[in-house]
């Protein structure tokens, strides 16, 4: 479904993405893991059309989508979450949803004067599929709550909700993990897991909690200083001697890696 192709990306002199490749199978939860600084989070930037590469290409599906926009990348099924969740905070988790499917009738103040039974009937419709998606992540309890007053573990699954109100093709996850505690973190990974076997859907993520990305992700790729050091299962990645090099004084070493 994705292929990045030599992808440089440079602020100055600092390589943050120093000539990486790697391909992202159509069906498939691809990991990628690395130490801090690693480039990791740069890759699925430039991937997602936030920043634009030094040089190289990505491709989704065979078209090329290199430096194309997050609105355009949205419209193709490409989303991206981040570690910190972007919510409106004093909108209801409900309203949240519905605002995410774009070209909604009511955008425009002509429909609003002429078109409000179209407005009517696509809201609720709209309605009745954040509803749908909120029952599926376990936590439609909280449609009515402002998105503000969740916890951190709830945001996260607000957001991977967002991505299913435009039945996203392929979500890149950066650290939908980081401070979540271990009940939600567990309800995060069964939603993942559901809407990939399920729906279909394609996932990448970044995360550090080696038991949650193992349970989760097969194949994993390793990043280090800006390159792609290794791909493979979970076990070969635990054995590889230039996985535990990269990693030592990062904690890897700690979490069962010798």
């Avoid at 990045?4 to 390589?15: D, M, W």
């Amino acid at each position: 479904m994705i292929t990045v192709e030599n992808l440089h990306r440079h602020f100055g002199g600092f390589r943050a993405v120093d000539g990486s490749s790697i391909e992202i199978e159509e069906g498939s939860i691809t990991g990628l893991i690395g130490p801090n600084g690693a480039g990791k989070t740069t890759l699925f930037n430039v991937i997602a059309g936030v920043l634009s590469p030094t040089s190289g290409t990505v491709t989704m599906g065979g078209e090329d989508i290199t430096g194309m926009p997050p609105h355009e990348l949205f419209h193709k099924g490409l989303l991206r979450t981040f570690q910190i969740a972007h919510e409106f905070s004093s909108m209801s988790v409900l309203e949240n949803l519905m605002m995410v499917p774009g070209g909604q009738t009511g955008e425009t103040l002509w429909n609003t004067w002429f078109g409000r039974k179209r407005i009517a009937d696509e809201e609720r419709a709209l309605t009745a599929k954040a509803c749908e998606v909120l029952e599926f992540l376990t936590i439609d309890h909280l449609k009515d709550e402002k998105a503000g007053h969740l916890s951190g573990g709830q945001k996260k699954l607000l957001e991977l909700g967002r991505t299913m109100m435009v039945d996203a093709k392929i979500v890149f996850l950066d650290e939908v993990g980081a401070g979540v505690n271990r009940t939600l973190l567990n309800t995060i990974g069964d939603a993942i897991l559901r809407l990939n076997k399920e729906r279909g859907y394609t996932f990448c993520m970044i995360e550090h909690d080696m038991e949650f990305i193992g349970k989760l992700c097969n194949p994993i790729i390793v990043m280090a200083e800006g390159k792609v050091l290794t791909k493979g299962t979970i076990d070969e990645i635990k054995a590889n001697e230039q996985v535990i090099e990269a990693y030592l004084g990062t904690g890897l070493k700690n979490k069962g890696v010798s």
